[in-house]
């Protein structure tokens, strides 16, 4: 479920999340940073979901790559659901104890 991430899972994710490997790429290494990019891929999945839902009703898609395309984006957003929730757990948690 999570592998539909791209750019943010097995060594991409390592890149991302490692100061100097990601410095030497160019790409910002912060928490903001990966979740932005994150959210922006949910985003950009979504879209494609809708753009072949809306050619499949035209006629302009076949039936099989709009559902493709519908599979693709709910996968992608049960992952950003997933890591919301998880997130929201952490700063919760993280609220919770003592000073």
């Given at each position: 479920m999570i592998s539909?991430?791209?750019g943010v899972t097995g060594t991409d994710?390592?890149?991302l999340v490692t100061p100097g490997i990601a410095a030497a790429n160019g790409v910002d290494?912060?928490?903001e940073a990966v979740f932005a990019r994150i959210a922006a891929t949910a985003r950009d999945t979504m879209k494609?979901?809708?753009a072949a839902a809306i050619s499949g009703v035209k006629g302009d898609a076949s039936v099989q790559e709009v559902v493709r395309a519908?599979?693709?984006a709910e996968q992608?957003?049960?992952a950003a659901i997933a890591v919301r929730d998880r997130v929201v757990a952490a700063?919760?948690?993280v609220s919770?104890?003592?000073i």
């Open positions: 539909g991430l791209d994710a390592k890149r290494p912060s928490f494609a979901g809708e519908m599979m693709t992608q957003l049960r700063y919760q948690e919770r104890m003592q």
